[in-house]
């Protein structure tokens, strides 16, 4: 313990000296471990408690004597333990108010002594000893930082001789360093919970304020300014000696109905300043008020306008027009394919819409509103479960209310000896350390794209016509409720023969309050029970909000728990509705947070892979893994847990069943491997563990699902060259190319295209395809797909072919019709499909013949038509096609009489250095025409040029300077002109 | 009892009882030994009465409903001589701990059958459900319900529509759905205390 007492606990006087221990939530929490530790170690290690320390422990205790009952001489002032060491000595002495106590023994009978003063006594035990390992083993075994040797000389010792003390120590110091790692690893957990401000976060807020601030009745502000427009370079706008206060920057906030604000917004949060002074620059800095998390927290507080307003924002954008979804959808597309830590093909046509609402609403809203959202949907859907709304006659409402609650109380503690008091209170816990957890959200949804988060969506009230499915499932309802194991399982089968896959039956079992019966009974050691439940939850998971009312409802920890059960089948079905329910992020990380990450890839621990024709054993076997890779699948697409299946030595363990030829298994397993290629560590694995060749193997199964994921997975992985060559030594790129040709399915389609987009990108992958394969042709006619990612895919992947094959010139004009398909696709409204276009165009302008060609397509007012955006990828690509495109006939004098000048200029602005890069080529090019010179220049080019001048990219530079010296010329000439 | 006529019952028992190999055999005869000359009994008893039977069971695997355990006793009881010979607890054992799903089916269906005849009557379930709802104050009946349970059980598993359970009913109606095996009480030990119990009887098999 003494590294997490030197490190993590939280001194008042720094350095070494006698300071003391704060009483901060984390030295509370500390104290405790470590009091639990002792108290439990004269009855866990009965031997090692008996051992004498080297050196008492000392200090200044604040019990009395008369505490000291059996077991203990009392003599006035005196009290000696009645236990001697082997000198005579008493193992626990105390004069005056020195205590000295000297083995475990002690230690826990002091404590259990102590009572209430526990926390004190041993707050003054480790304040008096710093390193409590030294006094009792001994200064050998001090806490060092850094290299610490001290096992490896004990190890050696306790070898060389067999002194049964050595040994005795040696467990005294593994058990004492196991608490040290404990304490180390909960003090972290305290630490990282801290959620501090930062420049980017706050600037982040003041600009979604902004868009709804104004004079306008709606707003919700008048207006929010900073008082400085300076930015230092780490963000903050505080002047750098209140910088060393944690500040950050200060507001100035009119709201409509109060006078104006002063806020500073430091690292700890926001509050009120004391306002500008009067006649002067400066600011008092004061703290006036309380701290708040963050600007919308204050801001409810202070102003009841901003309060009210807020809520009628959150209700305009589910009205947004349709152009703004289509945008919105593009961005979507955009940041899965630039992330590449999504799958392509999530997004149905179905649920699109769906997914533009609600991402559309948390784009713009607070993460608070978030909260605040599915805090109303949780009460609603727990009210309304418990609340049978459907009952006409009131007597029986009430009968059956009652019923429910006494009898899942009884049955529970039928079923469990050590009872649980209340079916209610069960459930609270569970719900309560979800609202605690729920604000670390902010901290992981950085890492995670959000289109993959589901949200719970409203259902309308159903008509008041109940379906007949209704009264059956009410009656199994209170035989579920109110009978013991055997009727409750005769119930649960019946149950299974309603069509569960059905809506009506599913919110019918959730209205009904069994959902909370099904997972109470998850509960019990009743195995059968255990299973009919869990039949019944995997089927009914596949509804929205039942997987939220189940994660609500605390189902994920039980079934995580269950997962250790030594019946197959019941770990099966817990997988398996694990797999089902995890599918939005809390839920993901409720399982990673209760250890259910290292248990399912457990699961994939079988012993038999790789036969074709299975033992029945074997066959149990594949079945688990299939559960587990299945609950995996879903986790996967936490980044969190990506790196949690990694350290639970998932990698190896998929590795190997990616060897085995049974579809139901490959699919989640190949699933799961192509999820987390978004991190480098997996492509890594994935391709120094020889993965690639299955992945290979696997893109000719007959199964579509799992040739998408395959080729999804080579997509991701072939970023690295090396998994490239793989590819192409395992034979890959012919079953790619075959499924170019063949395949029906859009989302296979947009996933191959992807793989062979990447594998393109080398060479020899190139001649490969060109030479052979005739996949440049395949890839050209995918360009007339009329799904939008496999246009972007195909795009994308002629880049690379173009670029790395010999005649590049010559192949492209080979293709009839081709130049003309390209260049209409500009008139595309999703953005993906623009840049990637605008990619290909860049590499096809590169000849000239073939420049030629597209101008007479129009391809110059089409580029000019998307200048005005907004997106930086496509800003990046036009800006590079446009500056290719200048370099033939007057296509330089179009651009400009097309306006695509001026926009450009505003590209400058961004804050994304490629856009600058190619922005500043494409300028350098189009001010080669005189009238772009005066353009650019009443658009304030030169500024804005002059400072990437200063740029350490060269060709940046090089196009920057070329630019203004372009403009210079064309000064001269015309002063010239003037005044010559 | 002597060596010897240890080694020839373990010999007829090792084919009769066939989930169990010769060493697991011997473990379950010494077992009955124990038990049957347990504190108090008599040294020439040549098995287990109902009370040793029940008391045993009991404790080894939690089992508690009287009747069922009664019904047991009868099951295993092969010559209804209201004693279980040495023979009758190998044998009952091998179908109870590790026997296949067929065995268990038609275990579990004389369990059921009370009165033996062949059939589970609507009666039958009553009796052994009688206690398997919580009362209700509110009901004018308090049997009404274990009626209506009884009605949709047999709606479910009377394939015949005879009002009663013949055994192709109860086995079409376990192949279908196998948590019905034990519909009407547990009559079978659960994973975990037969695990506990193979484990704790078997322990010495391989010093054997």
Same mark, same amino acid.
């Given at each position: 313990m003494g590294a997490a007492l030197a490190r993590a606990a939280q001194w008042t006087a720094a350095g070494s000296g006698p300071g003391t221990l704060e009483i901060t939530p984390l030295n509370e929490?500390?104290?405790?471990?470590?009091?639990?530790?002792? +108290?439990?170690?004269?009855t866990r290690h009965p031997q090692e408690a008996a051992f004498v320390f080297r050196e008492p422990l000392e200090w200044k205790t604040q019990l009395n004597c008369s505490v000291f009952g059996e077991g203990y001489d009392v003599n006035g002032a005196t009290v000696q333990s009645e236990a001697k060491g082997k000198d005579g000595q008493p193992l626990l002495l105390l004069t005056a108010s020195t205590l000295r106590v000297q083995s475990f023994d002690q230690l826990c009978c002091l404590l259990q002594i102590a009572m209430e003063k526990k926390l004190k006594e041993a707050q003054a035990c480790l304040e008096a000893n710093r390193d409590p390992i030294v006094k009792i083993l001994g200064p050998e075994y001090g806490t060092v930082e850094g290299e610490d040797m001290s096992m490896l000389h004990l190890l050696d010792k306790v070898k060389k001789d067999d002194d049964p003390e050595t040994e005795v120590k040696m467990k005294i110091f593994l058990l004492l360093r196991q608490l040290d790692l404990q304490l180390l690893n909960s003090s972290l957990k305290?630490?990282?919970?801290?959620?501090?401000?930062?420049?980017?976060?706050?600037?982040?807020?003041?600009?979604?304020?902004?868009?709804?601030?104004?004079?306008?009745?709606?707003?919700?502000?008048?207006?929010?300014?900073?008082?400085?427009?300076?930015?230092?370079?780490?963000?903050?706008?505080?002047?750098?000696?209140?910088?060393?206060?944690?500040?950050?920057?200060?507001?100035?906030?009119?709201?409509?109905?109060?006078d104006p604000l002063y806020i500073t917004c430091s690292t700890a949060g926001v509050f009120l300043n004391g306002g500008q002074l009067k006649g002067k620059d400066d600011i008092d800095y004061e703290r006036k008020s309380d701290v708040y998390k963050d600007i919308v927290t204050f801001l409810r507080e202070r102003s009841p306008r901003f309060l009210e307003n807020m809520a009628k924002q959150e209700y305009r954008f589910f009205k947004e027009p349709t152009h703004e979804n289509n945008y919105q959808r593009m961005e979507i597309v955009e940041s899965k394919v630039s992330g590449q830590s999504q799958d392509l093909y999530n997004i149905t046509e179905k649920n699109v819409c769906e997914k533009m609402k609600s991402s559309a609403a948390r784009r713009r809203s607070m993460d608070k509103k978030k909260l605040e959202m599915s805090m109303k949907w949780r009460s609603m859907g727990l009210a309304a479960s418990h609340r049978p709304k459907y009952f006409s006659d009131k007597a029986t409402k009430k009968d059956i209310e009652e019923e429910g609650?006494?009898?899942?109380?009884?049955?529970?503690?039928?079923?469990?000896?050590?009872?649980?008091?209340?079916?209610?209170?069960?459930?609270?816990?569970?719900?309560?350390?979800?609202?605690?957890?729920?604000?670390?959200?902010?901290?992981?949804?950085?890492?995670?794209?959000?289109?993959d988060e589901e949200q719970p969506v409203h259902h309308q009230e159903r008509s008041t016509d109940l379906p007949s499915?209704?009264?059956?499932?009410?009656?199994?309802?209170?035989?579920?409720?109110?009978?013991?194991?055997?009727?409750?399982?005769?119930?649960?089968?019946?149950?299974?023969?309603f069509n569960l896959a059905q809506e009506t039956c599913q919110l019918a079992i959730k209205d009904l309050g069994c959902l909370e019966v099904l997972i109470n009974l998850l509960d019990t050691e009743e195995i059968k029970c255990q299973i009919g439940s869990l039949k019944i939850l995997k089927e009914i998971s596949q509804n929205i909000l039942i997987r939220h009312a189940i994660a609500d409802l605390g189902g994920l920890q039980i079934m995580v728990k269950i997962l250790d059960s030594p019946d197959k089948d019941l770990k099966c079905l817990a997988a398996e509705t694990i797999a089902n329910v995890a599918r939005f992020k809390l839920a993901r990380r409720t399982v990673r947070q209760h250890g259910g990450i290292k248990r399912l890839v457990g699961l994939l621990e079988g012993i038999s892979v790789g036969s074709t024709s299975p033992t029945p054993y074997q066959a149990n076997d594949t079945e688990i893994a299939r559960c587990g890779a299945l609950a995996l699948w879903s986790c996967s697409k936490s980044t969190k847990n990506k790196e949690a299946i990694r350290k639970a030595g998932g990698i190896p363990l998929l590795a190997r069943w990616l060897k085995c030829s049974h579809a139901s298994i490959l699919t989640p397993v190949v699933g799961t491997l192509q999820e987390c290629a978004s991190e480098p560590s997996y492509r890594l694995a994935i391709r120094t563990e020889g993965m690639i060749e299955n992945l290979v193997k696997n893109l000719s199964s007959e199964h579509e699902e799992l040739q998408m994921h395959c080729?999804?997975?080579?997509?991701?992985?072939?970023?690295?060259?090396?998994?490239?060559?793989?590819?192409?030594?395992?034979?890959?790129?012919?079953?790619?190319?075959?499924?170019?040709?063949?395949?029906?399915?859009?989302?296979?389609?947009?996933?191959?295209?992807?793989?062979?987009?990447?594998?393109?990108?080398?060479?020899?992958?190139?001649?490969?395809?060109?030479?052979?394969?005739?996949?440049?042709?395949?890839?050209?006619?995918?360009?007339?797909?009329?799904?939008?990612?496999?246009?972007?895919?195909?795009?994308?992947?002629?880049?690379?072919?173009?670029?790395?094959?010999?005649?590049?010139? +010559?192949?492209?004009?080979?293709?009839?019709?081709?130049?003309?398909?390209?260049?209409?696709?500009?008139?595309?409204n999703n953005k993906e499909v623009l840049a990637s276009v605008c990619a290909a165009i860049t590499n096809i302008a590169k000849d000239e013949e073939n420049l030629a060609v597209i101008t007479d397509h129009g391809v110059v007012p089409l580029l000019s038509k998307l200048a005005n955006t907004n997106n930086d990828k496509l800003r990046r690509h036009l800006a590079e096609a446009i500056s290719h495109c200048c370099k033939w006939g007057s296509n330089r004098v179009t651009f400009g009489e097309t306006k695509a000048v001026a926009p450009l200029v505003r590209y400058l602005k961004s804050n994304d250095p490629s856009v600058h890069r190619a922005t500043a080529q494409a300028l350098y090019e189009l001010s080669e025409d005189p009238n772009n010179c005066i353009t650019m220049h009443e658009n304030g080019v030169v500024?804005?040029?002059?400072?990437?001048?200063?740029?350490?990219?060269?060709?940046?530079?090089?196009?920057?300077?070329?630019?203004?010296?372009?403009?210079r010329r064309l000064a001269l000439a015309t002063e010239k002109a003037k005044y010559g | 009892m002597s060596r010897k006529r240890l080694q020839q019952l373990v010999e007829a028992l090792g084919r009769s009882a066939r989930h169990f190999n010769k060493g697991e055999v011997e473990c379950l005869v010494r077992l009955f030994d124990a038990l049957v000359a347990g504190p108090g009994a008599r040294p020439a008893a040549v098995g287990f009465d109902r009370s040793t039977f029940r008391d045993t069971l009991h404790g080894a695997f939690g089992m508690t409903d009287d009747m069922i355990l009664d019904r047991v006793f009868r099951t295993f009881d092969r010559d209804n001589d209201s004693c279980i010979s040495v023979v009758e607890w190998v044998e009952g054992l091998s179908v109870f701990l590790r026997g296949t799903l067929e065995e268990r089916i038609k275990y579990c269906f004389e369990v059921y059958d009370l009165n033996g005849d062949g059939y589970?009557?609507?009666?039958?379930?009553?009796?052994?459900?009688?206690?398997?709802?919580?009362?209700?104050?509110?009901?004018?009946?308090?049997?009404?319900?274990?009626?209506?349970?009884?009605?949709?059980?047999?709606?479910?598993?009377?394939?015949?529509?005879?009002?009663?359970?013949?055994?192709?009913?109860?086995?079409?109606?376990?192949r279908d759905e196998y948590l019905l095996l034990e519909a009407f009480g547990p009559c079978l030990p659960d994973i975990k205390?037969?695990?506990?119990?193979e484990q704790k009887t078997f322990r010495d098999v391989r010093k054997l």
């Open positions: 929490s500390l104290l405790n471990q470590i009091i639990k530790f002792a +108290e439990g170690f004269s305290h630490i990282s919970q801290d959620v501090r401000l930062n420049p980017a976060a706050i600037d982040n807020e003041v600009n979604l304020l902004k868009n709804f601030s104004g004079k306008g009745e709606g707003t919700v502000l008048e207006s929010l300014e900073y008082t400085s427009d300076y930015m230092f370079s780490n963000g903050c706008r505080a002047p750098p000696w209140r910088q060393v206060h944690g500040e950050i920057c200060y507001l100035v906030i009119k709201p409509h109905d109060t609650r006494s009898s899942t109380v009884s049955l529970k503690t039928k079923k469990k000896a050590s009872g649980i008091s209340s079916g209610s209170v069960k459930i609270q816990p569970a719900s309560r350390c979800k609202t605690s957890g729920r604000f670390e959200d902010t901290s992981e949804s950085s890492s995670e794209p959000e289109e499915e209704y009264w059956g499932i009410q009656k199994l309802a209170k035989y579920l409720k109110g009978g013991n194991p055997t009727a409750t399982v005769i119930a649960l089968c019946l149950m299974r023969d080729a999804s997975a080579i997509f991701k992985c072939a970023e690295d060259k090396e998994t490239r060559d793989l590819v192409r030594q395992h034979g890959g790129l012919q079953p790619l190319s075959v499924l170019l040709g063949n395949s029906e399915n859009k989302q296979l389609l947009a996933a191959v295209t992807g793989a062979i987009w990447k594998c393109a990108i080398s060479g020899e992958n190139v001649s490969k395809i060109i030479d052979r394969l005739d996949g440049v042709r395949l890839l050209w006619s995918l360009l007339k797909n009329p799904n939008p990612d496999v246009q972007a895919s195909a795009a994308w992947a002629i880049c690379p072919c173009i670029e790395n094959a010999k005649d590049a010139g +010559e192949m492209v004009r080979s293709f009839v019709g081709g130049l003309e398909l390209i260049v209409n696709l500009l008139k595309s500024k804005l040029l002059l400072a990437m001048v200063g740029s350490t990219d060269e060709t940046l530079q090089e196009a920057a300077a070329g630019c203004i010296a372009n403009i | 589970i009557s609507r009666e039958e379930m009553f009796q052994m459900l009688k206690n398997s709802l919580l009362k209700q104050p509110s009901e004018e009946d308090p049997d009404e319900g274990i009626k209506d349970l009884i009605d949709i059980v047999l709606k479910k598993m009377d394939y015949d529509h005879d009002g009663k359970l013949s055994f192709m009913d109860f086995e079409k109606a376990v205390s037969s695990m506990a119990f």
